[in-house]
């Protein structure tokens, strides 16, 4: 097989070295090889850039080793085109499993143009992605620590949140704060609700007799700091997010007209998308990549399961999110097409099929920067109007009775 690339290294990464094999030579003859370990120090991967570049090489191959390519990437970036490839793809033959074995390996196979490139966006949208991710894992331990609140209150037989809807809520939260503090009784606390909630103000002073201990106290109060430090940190987030938003508000505001998709799940999809969709040669690619496209698996003849296959998990779990929030609009092609899909294929794989769609509509809305056109409730009614009439007649009929179609001057 003839050889592509000139100069070229591959990278066998771990956590605390990298294994780096050099290969020069004209793409007709043997390539001379040099092989270097360096400690994943900054010291030392600058060392190794160094040498690298004045070696003249221009292309370098890794394995996206857990996190450990990161710091690689971040100091090679710029100085030659670097490719991160799947372990799948530069798995080495058996029983020359070795570093250098190795690195020689992904040396080869990058020489010879082997290696499929992962995609790694710009770095404005990695650090959005950074940003965005820890945005929503503090959300979650904020949601747990909400969770753990309910539960010590159940545990001293408090019943609040059978009578409040949101314990997070302003008047709920004041009343466990007199809890802890222990300076009302259950009467003067109940008067603390706020708006439709002072219609339950009986039942409230039933919820807020319990058996409060003061190690319960203690931990409801504990509870409420961590909520709070985690409120402030979200804040500060999504600030920083706004302000790194700027350079793409357009996109932003273009995605945000599909049902279902609003400022933070604009924010999410840009931020593991980006916005240069010439990455993506097709808006069936980006769907693969993302892992929210049906699975194909046929073997003589057979279908069979089409399940999706694993993708970029963030993504796939923010358009699923998008996706139920589509289903419950109205009068929209998305809630149209979940309830058509819903009725034969089952809620769940209707919401798959859904956040499918809302990812094409990002693709192309992005990509040809155009706001979403909505197609209506009644697409689907349209798209086959004879067989809809027919099928409604004969159903008609069925019951016994006669029908005349007669088609109006203006729909109705």
Not at 43 to 60: F, K, M, Q
Request: aromatic share 6%; proline share 3%.
């Amino acid at each position: 097989m003839e050889a592509i690339i000139e100069r070229c290294c591959g990278i066998d990464v771990h956590k605390k070295n990298i294994v780096v094999c050099l290969a020069v030579g004209k793409p007709d003859e043997k390539p001379r090889t040099m092989v270097k370990t360096f400690s994943t120090m900054t010291c030392d991967l600058l060392a190794c850039r160094d040498w690298l570049v004045s070696e003249g090489c221009t292309h370098a191959a890794m394995e996206s080793t857990g996190i450990y390519w990161k710091p690689i990437y971040n100091i090679l970036e710029g100085s030659m085109e670097i490719i991160l490839a799947h372990a799948r793809d530069v798995k080495n033959v058996p029983g020359r499993k070795t570093d250098v074995k190795d690195c020689e390996w992904i040396a080869d196979l990058m020489r010879h143009g082997l290696i499929r490139g992962s995609f790694i966006p710009p770095k404005p949208i990695r650090e959005l992605r950074d940003l965005t991710r820890y945005r929503e894992k503090l959300i979650q331990q904020r949601s747990s620590e909400l969770n753990r609140l309910q539960k010590f209150l159940e545990d001293a037989n408090i019943k609040l949140s059978s009578v409040v809807s949101d314990i997070n809520g302003v008047s709920a939260q004041d009343m466990i704060k007199h809890l802890i503090d222990d300076d009302m009784s259950s009467q003067e606390m109940a008067q603390l609700a706020r708006g439709k909630l002072r219609d339950r103000v009986e039942e409230l002073e039933k919820s807020l007799e319990g058996c409060l201990t003061e190690h319960h106290r203690l931990i409801l109060q504990l509870a409420l700091r961590m909520i709070a430090s985690y409120d402030e940190a979200i804040a500060k987030l999504s600030v920083e997010i706004d302000n790194r938003m700027q350079p793409f508000r357009q996109e932003s505001e273009r995605l945000q007209t599909i049902p279902g998709v609003k400022k933070k799940t604009a924010e999410k999809v840009i931020a593991e998308i980006g916005v240069d969709m010439s990455r993506f040669p097709s808006d069936a690619h980006l769907s693969s990549w993302a892992g929210v496209s049906p699975g194909n698996n046929e073997s003589a003849g057979k279908r069979r399961s089409g399940r999706v296959k694993p993708g970029n998990p963030w993504l796939k779990k923010t358009l699923t999110e998008a996706a139920w929030s589509a289903s419950k609009t109205k009068q929209t092609y998305l809630s149209a097409r979940y309830r058509r899909l819903a009725v034969r294929r089952g809620k769940k794989r209707a919401a798959v099929s859904v956040s499918h769609t809302i990812l094409i509509m990002a693709y192309h809305i992005i990509k040809e920067q155009r706001t979403y056109k909505e197609l209506g409730a009644d697409y689907f009614d349209r798209l086959n109007e004879k067989h809809l009439i027919k099928r409604l007649t004969t159903r008609i009929a069925a019951l016994g009775y006669a029908v005349n179609i007669t088609k109006l001057p203006v729909a109705a």
